[in-house]
């Protein structure tokens, strides 16, 4: 093995890392961090390499020997604390590090599994077509397969995803779903009355498509949700008629006062750096410094080695990568803020990576500035963000949570850029409040101090730039449950200037569909079926 500095490792280690926000790292072959919720550090001094990653779970320490970077993968010869023989570690940009030809068969494999499967339980049903070939101009790419089951002039929408796919994206299964039982009405309108939807999952893993299903309009179809033992050919009906049964756990909201006070000497060190950043208390132990809406900084309480007290720690950093502020880096420190004042403001270079970085951060963070910008019957004084409420498969985090000023509870939903998953996404979110809500949780956890709550049901808002709204959002908002009021807001492209409402969208029939309470008429190519309805 040719010899390679600890510099050159760190380099290329940083270099790898700071372009792959969502990978994976995997040791012996299993996902040990996930980036996306974990952080790193790594150090060149003292002529070694160290790469240190820590999430909720566990921490790790490893030297690394050798780096290599190959088909989107940084392959490390590292080797552990206080062992001598090396051990492999990959981090991958992709989730799913499966080749093409391997997706290609095991979609193959699942499409015989299913039709297999699909005859012997539904053998009043004839398969009329089953296929995962893409259709981008309908949003159907090739990870899940669909067809449709005829019975006479009755039929079923169908939709399956094979256990060898992500969670993530059998957690978005459903919005595909739905798009599919939409296509199928109105390819066989004519003939064939499409009745509802039969999704197919692996087995173990439907939790949140079902807590999604449970919400939509059983009026408008018929639900159906199977998990499928592949290894076992087993078939496993779902029920997703109880909105009540939501597997979500909320987390108690942090004494902001106290925990401000708590960490007023680094609240003032950090802000002395970079003067008006945000500070957002994470627990009465942790705090957080961000610029519009970008994290770059946390203060927090550590142990003190050999001791039973604690001290402050602040480590900075932008993304998952965090390093304490000592006094040999505080340069570096300093050269970040001022990076970050001069770049991250709303006529900044738009091709520097922190003036892009987080879009949707930004956005909450003018948005959490003053929540009546979006309704003006929301309450300023009342709101949060980034609220966890953690369910057995995901840890949602909140965009914002709200009140009106009549004390009815708000979930907020942002999106900067185009996103399918925007409608389904805020039902979501939307169920894990009403579930919270109707425990009286959120006062006993600690929210809404002072504040009565209304008992009515939560409102949801879905916040998106006028432009930048999917053209199947519509779709997907026709099926949410009649009991879910919803309400479309889109805001002027150049939101980061400040938020501006163009239009407008609740569902048919609500008395208070009306023009943007600014009065302003629809921004020049805004989707047609979202322009605001006058009555």
């Not at 109707?438 to 949801?460: I, V």
Request: proline share 5%; aromatic share 8%.
């Amino acid at each position: 093995m040719p010899t390679v500095t600890p510099q050159a490792l760190t380099r290329t280690v940083q270099d790898f890392l700071s372009q792959a926000a969502g990978a994976v790292v995997l040791e012996n072959g299993a996902v040990a961090f996930d980036l996306a919720q974990s952080k790193y550090s790594i150090s060149g001094e003292y002529n070694r390499c160290l790469l240190h990653l820590w999430s909720a779970e566990r921490n790790a320490v490893r030297r690394v020997l050798d780096a290599e970077v190959k088909n989107g993968t940084l392959r490390l010869a590292v080797q552990r604390l206080g062992q001598a023989r090396p051990s492999r570690l990959e981090i991958c940009r992709e989730r799913d590090r499966r080749s093409p030809t391997a997706r290609r068969a095991a979609r193959a494999a699942y499409e015989q599994k299913l039709r297999s499967t699909l005859e012997r339980h539904f053998p009043e049903f004839k398969i009329a077509r089953l296929t995962s070939g893409v259709d981008l101009e309908k949003s159907f790419g090739p990870i899940y397969a669909r067809g449709l089951l005829r019975q006479g002039r009755t039929a079923f929408a169908l939709l399956g995803v094979n256990a060898q796919e992500t969670q993530a994206s059998i957690d978005a299964a459903l919005t595909f779903g739905i798009l599919w039982l939409d296509v199928c009405r109105r390819a066989q309108a004519s003939n064939v009355l499409v009745e509802g939807l039969k999704m197919f999952v692996p087995a173990g893993t439907s939790a949140l498509v079902r807590e999604r299903m449970a919400n939509l309009n059983r009026d408008a179809a018929k639900w159906s949700l199977f998990e499928l033992d592949e290894r076992h050919d087993a078939l496993v009906e779902v029920d997703c008629a109880d909105r009540g049964n939501v597997a979500t756990r909320l987390v108690h909201a942090a004494d902001d006062e106290a925990a401000r006070e708590r960490f007023r000497e680094s609240i003032v060190r950090v802000q002395g750096v970079l003067p008006n950043c945000e500070v957002g208390v994470l627990s009465a132990a942790e705090i957080v410094f961000r610029w519009r809406g970008l994290e770059f900084a946390r203060a927090r309480l550590g142990g003190i080695p050999g001791t039973f007290r604690s001290t402050e720690e602040i480590v900075f950093g932008v993304g998952a990568e965090e390093r304490v502020l000592e006094t040999r880096n505080e340069d570096e420190f300093a050269e970040l803020a001022n990076c970050l004042r001069d770049t991250r403001h709303p006529y900044g270079p738009r091709q520097h990576p922190l003036w892009r970085l987080r879009p949707e951060r930004w956005l909450e963070s003018l948005v959490v500035g003053d929540v009546s910008v979006v309704d003006g019957r929301l309450e300023p004084s009342y709101r949060y963000s980034q609220v966890p409420a953690f369910s057995a498969s995901d840890r949602a985090m909140i965009d914002v949570l709200t009140t009106t000023t009549a004390g009815r509870l708000t979930v907020v939903e942002l999106k900067a850029d185009e996103d399918i998953h925007l409608p389904l996404q805020g039902l979501d979110y939307w169920s894990r409040v009403e579930w919270h809500h109707g425990r009286g949780e959120f006062p006993r956890f600690g929210y809404f101090s002072g504040r009565e709550l209304s008992d009515e049901k939560p409102l949801l808002f879905l916040v998106a730039p006028a432009l930048h709204v999917h053209p199947a959002t519509d779709t997907l908002l026709r099926y949410l449950s009649p009991e879910i009021e919803w309400e479309f807001v889109g805001i002027d492209e150049r939101w980061r200037e400040g938020v501006k409402v163009v239009f407008r969208k609740r569902p048919e029939g609500t008395v208070h569909n009306r023009v943007a309470s600014s009065g302003q008429a629809p921004t020049r190519g805004a989707p047609d079926f979202l322009a605001p309805t006058v009555t």
